[in-house]
């Protein structure tokens, strides 16, 4: 079964500074790859996925991934945070196809970003 | 656009009783997921359904139970609540298998 692993459970970070979130992967084949955030007391909004070609995805809020096979690693960056980054981020996978198992995405156990001003 | 809708917010159910926890979705969206999410633990998959009338397990499926009987609808009963089952409860649903997921706002409940 496909796994998840965000290392870091909280990351603090300064307002204008650089971010990046880990994510690694276990899965015998390239997965579907997705980073969620979650505001306090919200749902999960989706911020960006990848599938396959390029392998730097860009997605809302000014957020980028870089998929890296060589590592299974698929991190999430942004090159300035603002106050209003400070959330929880979830990485989570999908597998290419269905069968063999239960279907819907494996999530990570989330990074809690905390915006210092 | 309402997305995904779920009801009730917030909830307390006492030991033994029994509760469901309502989703609908208006997107026209085939898959539909539930998912609970416990700290540091991240979501887990209840129970998942691919079209109206078809449902599957997720990882965690034991003291639940789903019906879909519409393409809007995923109901997820409770029966015997237990403390166990206080969580935040995630109701989803998604164009294609892997496209993407729409999340509701999420329903709390704890199990006295």
């Known amino acids: 079964a496909q796994s998840v692993t965000q290392p870091d459970i909280h990351i603090t970070v300064s307002e204008g500074a650089s971010l990046e979130l880990r994510c690694n992967y276990s899965?015998?084949?390239?997965?579907?790859l997705f980073w969620y955030v979650q505001s306090p007391g919200q749902g999960l909004q989706l911020l960006l996925k990848y599938f396959s070609g390029d392998t730097l995805v860009q997605g809302i809020k000014g957020f980028e991934a870089e998929f890296k096979r060589s590592q299974s690693s698929f991190n999430l960056r942004k090159p300035s945070v603002h106050w209003s980054d400070a959330a929880e981020y979830f990485c989570?996978?999908?597998?290419?196809?269905?069968?063999?198992?239960?279907?819907?995405?494996?999530f990570g156990k989330g990074t809690h970003l905390i915006i210092q001003p | 656009n309402a997305g995904v809708t779920q009801t009730p917010k917030f909830r307390i159910l006492k030991i033994g009783q029994s509760m469901t926890l309502q989703c609908t979705q208006d997107m026209n969206h085939n898959y539909m997921y539930w998912y609970r999410q416990d700290p540091g633990m991240g979501l887990k998959l209840i129970y998942y359904?691919?079209?109206?009338?078809?449902?599957d397990k997720g990882e965690v499926p034991n003291g639940y139970n789903v019906s879909r009987s519409t393409t809007e609808d995923f109901p997820l009963r409770l029966e015997l609540a237990a403390p166990s089952q206080t969580s935040v409860y995630f109701c989803?649903?998604?164009?294609?298998?892997?496209?993407?997921?729409?999340f509701g706002s999420g329903t709390r409940l704890t199990v006295v």
């Open positions: 989803a649903s998604s164009k294609d298998r892997n496209y993407g997921y729409t």
């Open positions: 989570a996978v999908g597998l290419p196809f269905s069968g063999g198992g239960a279907d819907g995405l494996t």
């Open positions: 359904s691919v079209g109206a009338g078809i449902t």
């Open positions: 899965y015998g084949a390239t997965p579907y």
